[in-house]
């Protein structure tokens, strides 16, 4: 029988993920360790959507995460990022803990309702009973945890700038500054959840005809001074003050603009598949 309460951090091969991440600092569970893992998992790792418009499933098996995303210099969406850097923090020893959240980012005011769908990580330290989230597998930050306080109001990490509000019924929400002004991209509960939680939603996610993620390429690369999205055959890139840059490509652009802007490499034969752009054909 398959134990899903933990993160099978003893399985992870450390040194592979590190050195895919440049990350060569301590090996101790403190605060500061976490933030420069955060932010070295972040601006590495970037978020990609790939598998399912090639065709494919998005499978959550330790093995294949690493396979992926260490061995093969690719990318994952939340499900994908958070399972690999839950691996890492308990093989460091961090207290980690699965959540989930409600993504509001994008929704104009019409009442729609998505599911909670996104993963990320509630995390604590053997130095204080502070806890922090870490979410890694957004794909536009933050480059580092955030404290879970309700006085935290609004804070900056790096230049790109945040607001934590607490509601009713333990419910927070995270904003976030960006071309549009504060938007509030996400809300969620301390409720813990496990690794087969994050299977159930990951059906949904890579399968449902409601989910954004099967209708067309989406791949975001986070970084301290530019958010790069490819949406579709749009690629914009967004600054910490709120300006933002945006072009259309060209079906032929989109594995060079993958390798140069997202650092991610396709094999020739899905190379050549994207650029058939059969997401726009089904």
């Given amino acids: 029988m398959t134990d899903d309460h933990g993160w ?3 399985e992870l091969d450390l040194e592979a993920y590190l050195a895919r991440i440049g990350y060569d600092g ?11 893992l955060v932010h070295a998992h972040t601006t590495t790792i970037p978020f990609e959507n790939l598998e399912i418009v090639l065709g494919r499933g998005i499978p959550l098996d330790l093995n294949t995460l690493q396979d992926k995303m260490i061995r093969h ?11 690999l850097f839950a691996a890492a923090l308990e093989r460091f020893g961090f207290g980690v803990t699965g ?4 993504v509001t980012y994008g929704i104009v005011d019409t009442g729609a ?3 909670a769908t996104h993963a990320l990580l509630r995390v604590t330290t053997p130095e204080d009973d ?8 957004f794909g536009f930050g933050p480059l580092e945890p955030f404290e879970l306080v ?5 804070f900056a990490l790096g230049d790109w700038r945040y607001r934590l509000e607490r509601r009713a019924d333990d419910l927070w929400v995270l904003f976030q500054f960006g071309r549009d002004g504060w938007i509030d991209r996400h809300t969620f509960t301390e409720n813990p959840q496990f690794r087969i939680d994050y299977a159930v939603g990951n059906h949904f996610v890579s399968t449902s005809p409601r989910s954004p ?3 067309r390429p989406f791949v975001q690369r986070f970084l301290p001074d530019a958010h790069h999205v490819l949406d579709d055959l749009t690629l914009t890139t967004e600054y910490p003050d709120g300006t933002s840059t945006s072009r259309e490509l060209e079906p032929t652009e989109l594995t060079k603009i993958l390798i140069e802007v997202f650092d991610i490499e396709l094999d020739d034969t899905d190379a050549a598949t994207l650029t058939t752009t059969p997401w726009r054909t089904r």
């Fill in 26 to 36: 301590p090996r101790t569970a403190s605060v500061d360790t976490l933030r420069a």
């Fill in 99 to 102: 959540l989930s959240a409600r």
């Fill in 8 to 10: 099978l951090g003893a």
């Fill in 130 to 137: 502070r806890v922090w989230i870490c979410d890694v597998g």
């Fill in 150 to 154: 309700d006085s935290a109001g609004e």
């Fill in 73 to 83: 210099r690719r990318g994952g969406y939340c499900y994908e990022n958070v399972g």
């Fill in 213 to 215: 993620f099967v209708t």
């Fill in 113 to 115: 309702l998505r599911p």
